[in-house]
């Protein structure tokens, strides 16, 4: 019985215990509830995955039967059996009965087992943030030679092993989720799981100049998967905020390469930065703030970036320096570009003191801490704590 498959799973298949309703269900295709000996030797034997490494295990498990790829979302009407997916149902992304066992299972997020619209959203998240650094494509079919090129099968291990969840950086963290969540929760004022410019524009305590908001909103960096015209979906503002937060990442930096190379060339020009330099110039100059002329500004980013052809800077360019996530927070993040300036001693050393850590880790920390303390504030000041339970406005 499939409550007695997970120890199959693990011991004989050497799998993380959380593929064991995928695996259960890739063999007892017309959803008896049973699977005996022969017909679990049958299917790992016809399936040659005896020869397989455990990523190319992983892929055929989970991918939809006659396709080469994984996908975000369901591409048809494929029904997978109801007696293991209760909540998820059917037609969904390829990930989601892996995301069902874990939020079903795992002792890290036992908490969020009463409440199915959180489960669901941590579910997407963990999925977005997977297709955004592994997907480099960026077409929403993840390939076995992406997955194997990937570290994603040894943070799931990891996630088997390690009780609590927030210690997996990658990918599966509930802090890292809740502070994605929250902010677009802040930001998406009617709740309708769509933001707009005007919400975009706010986020940061309005960081973020206008002509990036707008390019973004042209849909140059990626396609919005909203569907509706003029708004951005959740799964887009996942895309967003790890591409804002974490500049140094490939991703990234093809994301904000794309905004900034307004002809699509595939080469940035003097007169494309200083396109969006100049909304950051006169936002100084409106803020009181001794304006940096954009002569000194050329000067000093190719400096840091030293770009093989003068006069260009290339996407091959901006990957070899680590200083290139600099280059676009001078462009259209002022309060980074400042706090780039003035370089905080302590920011630092905090930085030497663990290399590890990406900037997306220390962002989505000091958030989860100021979300964490707002909270018990608003909770003391309200005598009690209200439970998420109640309502879809308690994240907080």
């Given at each position: 019985?499939?409550?007695?498959?997970?120890?199959?799973?693990?011991?004989?298949?050497?799998?993380?215990?959380?593929?064991?309703?995928?695996?259960?269900?890739?063999?007892?295709?017309?959803?008896?509830?049973?699977?005996?000996?022969?017909?679990?030797?049958?299917?790992?034997?016809?399936?040659?995955?005896?020869?397989?490494?455990?990523?190319?295990?992983?892929?055929?498990?989970?991918?939809?039967?006659?396709r080469r790829y994984l996908t975000k979302v369901c591409p048809?009407?494929?029904?997978?059996?109801?007696?293991?997916?209760?909540?998820?149902?059917?037609?969904?992304?390829?990930?989601?009965?892996?995301?069902?066992?874990?939020?079903?299972?795992?002792?890290?997020?036992?908490?969020?087992?009463?409440?199915?619209?959180?489960?669901?959203?941590?579910?997407?998240?963990?999925?977005?943030?997977?297709?955004?650094?592994?997907?480099?494509?960026?077409?929403?079919?993840?390939?076995?030679?992406?997955?194997?090129?990937?570290?994603?099968?040894?943070?799931?291990?990891?996630?088997?092993?390690?009780?609590?969840?927030?210690?997996?950086?990658?990918?599966?963290?509930?802090?890292?989720?809740?502070?994605?969540?929250?902010?677009?929760?802040?930001?998406?004022?009617?709740?309708?799981?769509?933001?707009?410019?005007?919400?975009?524009?706010?986020?940061?305590?309005?960081?973020?100049?206008?002509?990036?908001?707008?390019?973004?909103?042209?849909?140059?960096?990626?396609?919005?998967?909203?569907?509706?015209?003029?708004?951005?979906?959740?799964?887009?503002?996942?895309?967003?905020?790890?591409?804002?937060?974490?500049?140094?990442?490939?991703?990234?930096?093809?994301?904000?390469?794309?905004?900034?190379?307004?002809?699509?060339?595939?080469?940035?020009?003097?007169?494309?930065?200083?396109?969006?330099?100049?909304?950051?110039?006169?936002?100084?100059?409106?803020?009181?703030?001794?304006?940096?002329?954009?002569?000194?500004?050329?000067?000093?980013?190719?400096?840091?970036?030293?770009?093989?052809?003068?006069?260009?800077?290339?996407?091959?360019?901006?990957?070899?320096?680590?200083?290139?996530?600099?280059?676009?927070?001078?462009?259209?993040?002022?309060?980074?570009?400042?706090?780039?300036?003035?370089?905080?001693?302590?920011?630092?050393?905090?930085?030497?003191?663990?290399?590890?850590?990406?900037?997306?880790?220390?962002?989505?920390?000091?958030?989860?801490?100021?979300?964490?303390?707002?909270?018990?504030?608003?909770?003391?000041?309200?005598?009690?704590?209200?439970?998420?339970?109640?309502?879809?406005?308690?994240?907080?």
């Amino acid at each position: 019985r499939y409550t007695e498959f997970k120890l199959v799973t693990r011991e004989v298949c050497k799998l993380p215990s959380f593929f064991s309703s995928a695996l259960f269900r890739r063999i007892d295709v017309e959803c008896y509830g049973i699977v005996t000996r022969d017909a679990f030797l049958k299917y790992w034997a016809e399936s040659s995955m005896l020869t397989m490494d455990m990523a190319t295990q992983v892929f055929e498990i989970l991918k939809q039967p006659n396709r080469r790829y994984l996908t975000k979302v369901c591409p048809s009407m494929h029904t997978i059996c109801e007696t293991y997916l209760p909540n998820f149902g059917c037609a969904q992304a390829d990930f989601k009965p892996v995301l069902e066992e874990l939020l079903a299972t795992h002792p890290g997020l036992e908490f969020l087992q009463g409440t199915p619209e959180f489960q669901e959203k941590y579910a997407e998240t963990v999925i977005y943030r997977i297709f955004y650094y592994i997907n480099r494509s960026g077409n929403g079919r993840l390939t076995l030679r992406e997955l194997k090129r990937s570290n994603l099968i040894f943070v799931m291990q990891q996630v088997d092993e390690e009780e609590e969840i927030n210690k997996i950086l990658r990918y599966f963290s509930y802090e890292h989720f809740y502070v994605i969540y929250c902010k677009f929760w802040e930001l998406d004022t009617d709740h309708d799981y769509l933001l707009d410019r005007e919400n975009l524009i706010r986020y940061g305590n309005h960081c973020l100049t206008y002509r990036i908001v707008d390019r973004i909103f042209s849909q140059v960096p990626k396609k919005f998967s909203s569907n509706v015209e003029g708004k951005m979906s959740y799964e887009d503002f996942v895309y967003f905020i790890l591409a804002e937060e974490d500049k140094s990442s490939e991703p990234s930096l093809e994301y904000w390469f794309k905004c900034i190379d307004l002809d699509g060339n595939g080469v940035l020009t003097s007169s494309e930065l200083q396109y969006f330099y100049e909304e950051q110039l006169h936002r100084m100059s409106c803020m009181s703030q001794e304006p940096v002329l954009f002569e000194d500004i050329l000067c000093q980013i190719v400096d840091m970036i030293s770009p093989e052809r003068e006069g260009y800077i290339t996407l091959h360019d901006l990957k070899r320096s680590k200083l290139s996530g600099n280059i676009f927070n001078i462009l259209f993040n002022l309060n980074k570009f400042m706090a780039f300036e003035s370089r905080d001693p302590f920011l630092i050393h905090q930085e030497r003191e663990d290399p590890t850590l990406t900037e997306w880790d220390r962002f989505a920390h000091r958030e989860y801490v100021r979300l964490s303390m707002e909270e018990d504030s608003e909770a003391a000041s309200n005598g009690n704590v209200e439970s998420w339970e109640e309502s879809l406005e308690a994240p907080f």
